[in-house]
Structure formats: structure tokens, C-alpha cells
């Protein structure tokens, strides 16, 4: 049973405007929720994270919002260049339990110019 | 300064081989963790090292081992591979909680 879910396999966006990506969780014990950058042939890259005592985070262009009582979280990127191009993955973890993360499968951004 | 780096970047074993992956963490950070990420998935947490001892370990079988040298650097050990262990293997490192994974490039592995 997937406890990260990004239901949406890709999305695509036009330069200049709002990037909207969505996930959602089950584990009310995660209390920790980040999200990476994946170009092909790289490792994932940090993006942005957001402790569960927070329902906003906001750095340069990304911003994270957290909706613990719907368990969802979004990333927000305004506004969205091609160089966003990329597999967002978005993670949690239950920092109770250790400091593994549980990753959703990823939601394959497409910005064009 | 340098990222985490993993060796090889590929490899490609038979069934019933063993397989050792290796990972030099970023400067400065003192835990290592591996992800498997199978083709069309999300990374999945394989296991964690701090002090040369495994502190965390996800649901993967024990063909799967690790260590972790004084160093901090990091090895990841498959014993009996399996066609379903073919994944990009990540190493990723980071220091004190809630400190966000820096990730390496991977290891591609295939078994034939």
C-alpha cells in the first residue's frame, strides 16, 4: 500500500506560468515532507522541505503548501522556465520512526518555451 | 567540494552473482543511506548507516548488506541476485536530523 501517492504521471506547463504539483499521503505519523528534482542520468536533487508545524514554505520561485487535515501537499513553481524540465518526486518521513523516506513515483514536469 | 560520488555508475551480473556498490558521502556528512529505485518508482529506502552501524533498514531481504568504514564511506552487498534486483541504486548522505539527503548518481544495475 503506497502511503506517498502523486497520482498525476505528468504534467505539462507553458513558460512564464504556474506549475501546480500534488501529493497526497495516508500516514498521519509523517511529520517531515520534502520535495527533489530528478534530471535523467543525476541523482535527485533537493528542492524544498516543510515540517508538519508549518503549512507554508517558500524559496525563490518553489513553494510547498501543507494541508495535514486533508493530508496533502503541493509545490508551487512561479514562474515555471524549461530548465524545470524534470521527475518531481515528493517524500515523507516519521521522524518517530527514523529519518528513511517514503517516496511517491514521481510526477514528470514538461515546461515549454 | 564534492557531492556523494558511487561506483561503478554501471554494472550489469548474471543471476546467483554477488554485487558490491560503493559511496564516498559529501564532505562533512557522517550517514549514509540507500535507495533502490526500480524502473517507473519512487526510491525505496533500503537501509541507513551512522557510526559504522546500521541505525534504520526498510523492507528489503537480508541478501541485502551494507557497511560503513570509519570514513563514512559506504558499500551496499547483494548476495543471490535476482532479475528483480535490477534498479538504479542511490547513495545518499546527510548529517544530524531532518537535514535533507544529498544523493549520488546512482548505480545502474542489471541482472541477467
Known amino acids: 500500500d503506497q502511503q506517498v501517492k502523486q497520482n498525476s504521471p505528468s504534467l505539462s506547463v507553458q513558460e512564464g506560468r504556474i506549475s501546480i504539483l500534488n501529493c497526497d499521503y495516508t500516514?498521519?505519523?509523517?511529520?517531515?515532507f520534502l520535495w527533489y528534482k530528478k534530471y535523467p542520468a543525476e541523482g535527485p536533487t533537493f528542492l524544498i522541505s516543510i515540517s508538519s508545524i508549518k503549512d507554508k514554505n517558500e524559496d525563490g520561485r518553489f513553494t510547498v503548501f501543507l494541508n495535514k487535515s486533508a493530508k496533502h501537499l503541493s509545490l508551487h513553481i512561479v514562474p515555471s522556465q524549461p530548465g524545470d524540465s524534470a521527475v518531481y518526486f515528493c517524500?515523507?518521513?516519521?521522524?518517530?520512526?527514523?529519518?528513511?523516506?517514503?517516496f511517491g513515483k514521481g510526477t514528470t514536469l514538461s515546461v515549454s518555451s | 567540494d564534492a557531492g556523494v560520488t558511487q561506483s561503478p555508475t554501471h554494472l550489469i551480473k548474471t543471476r546467483g552473482q554477488q554485487v558490491t556498490l560503493r559511496c564516498s558521502p559529501k564532505s562533512g556528512h557522517d550517514t549514509v543511506s540507500w535507495y533502490q529505485q526500480a524502473l517507473g518508482q519512487g526510491p525505496q529506502f533500503i537501509f541507513q548507516?551512522?557510526?559504522?552501524?546500521?541505525?534504520q533498514r526498510g523492507n528489503f531481504p537480508d541478501r541485502f548488506s551494507g557497511h560503513q568504514y570509519p570514513n563514512y564511506s559506504s558499500e551496499l552487498n547483494v548476495n543471490a541476485l535476482l532479475l528483480g534486483d535490477s534498479a538504479l541504486y542511490l547513495c545518499?548522505?546527510?548529517?544530524?536530523?531532518?537535514?535533507?539527503?544529498?544523493f549520488g548518481n546512482g548505480t545502474r544495475l542489471t541482472v541477467t
Open positions: 545518499a548522505s546527510n548529517v544530524g536530523e531532518n537535514s535533507p539527503l544529498h
Open positions: 548507516y551512522y557510526e559504522e552501524e546500521e541505525r
Open positions: 517524500a515523507a518521513s516519521d521522524n518517530q520512526a527514523g529519518t528513511a523516506l517514503i
Open positions: 500516514n498521519s505519523m509523517f511529520d517531515y
